[in-house]
């Protein structure tokens, strides 16, 4: 696999969906599925994903229920909601406790999901770039408090 494929973890119930899922992206990116929360937590912990786009409407745990435990772990993959009905308090709970990236309906649009998928990796990119300069920033911080420390004792 190319290095430079964005990994997208999709997690739904319904095997069809995914199936469906892969055969639509899996030449553009690189896509790893997971039939349960579980099983993409998994996942999770083996592999390093850019986006992550879950079903809401699954059995043991909901969409918004595995995005809690994502984050607790994994705060940096980007989080899609999908749910097939139009349920307004999972969204505002995926928005609110999963802090999802987006919410899509289900059936979804190929072109409105690789679109989101895109935004989501720029963003990923960018959470990273930040993470990456604020490591940067403190290294300088310590070695400037060092040398002052240093000054002021000579």
Do not use: C
């Amino acid at each position: 696999m190319p290095e430079n494929k964005i990994t997208i973890l999709y997690v739904d119930d319904e095997e069809n969906n995914l199936f469906s899922f892969k055969a639509t992206f899996r030449i553009k990116y690189q896509v790893l599925t997971a039939l349960s929360g579980d099983d993409a937590l998994k996942i999770l912990e083996a592999k390093p994903i850019h986006v992550i786009i879950t079903d809401q409407r699954m059995p043991e745990m909901t969409g918004v229920e595995f995005l809690e435990k994502v984050l607790e772990k994994f705060p940096d993959p980007m989080r899609i909601l999908l749910t097939g009905y139009a349920d307004m308090e999972a969204v505002v709970d995926a928005v609110n406790k999963g802090k999802i990236f987006h919410y899509l309906a289900k059936p979804w649009n190929e072109e409105e999901l690789d679109l989101t998928i895109n935004r989501a990796y720029e963003k990923y990119l960018e959470k990273v770039q930040l993470k990456e300069m604020n490591e940067k920033l403190e290294t300088s911080n310590d070695q400037l408090e060092f040398l002052l420390r240093q000054k002021l004792l000579s």
